[in-house]
């Protein structure tokens, strides 16, 4: 069974950074394609980056600049680097995987941006 596991969220000031990681459990990770969402109170699940399984990335216009989205094969993981946070970027976090016509979530990482 694929399970994705989220680390790194936190409690961190504005204009602060933070790292997340998604490690996989997939057999073929190289040839996954991976994402991460986030999900404020009381919003939709909004995709915030994407990264193919051939190193293509994709950002949300309200991150590009800020986040950067990259994968190690290696270690099957996928990280979001997001630096110049702001309150508004406070969400859950959710890891995306695609992977031979399936899609997997994890189960999510609090992100809280606030002095």
């Known amino acids: 069974q694929v399970q994705l596991v989220e680390s790194g969220g936190g409690l961190v000031q504005p204009g602060g950074s933070l790292r997340l990681s998604c490690t996989a459990s997939?057999?073929?990770?190289?040839?996954?394609?991976m994402a991460w969402y986030h999900q404020a109170p009381g919003k939709q699940r909004e995709l915030v980056a994407s990264i193919t399984r051939g190193g293509i990335t994709n950002y949300a216009d309200s991150v590009k600049g800020r986040f950067t989205i990259d994968r190690d094969n290696a270690k099957k993981t996928v990280y979001l680097k997001m630096n110049s946070l702001k309150p508004e970027d406070t969400a859950v976090y959710y890891c995306y995987a695609q992977s031979s016509g399936t899609y997997y979530w994890g189960q999510g990482t609090q992100v809280t941006v606030s002095s």
């Open positions: 997939i057999t073929f990770f190289s040839f996954a394609n």
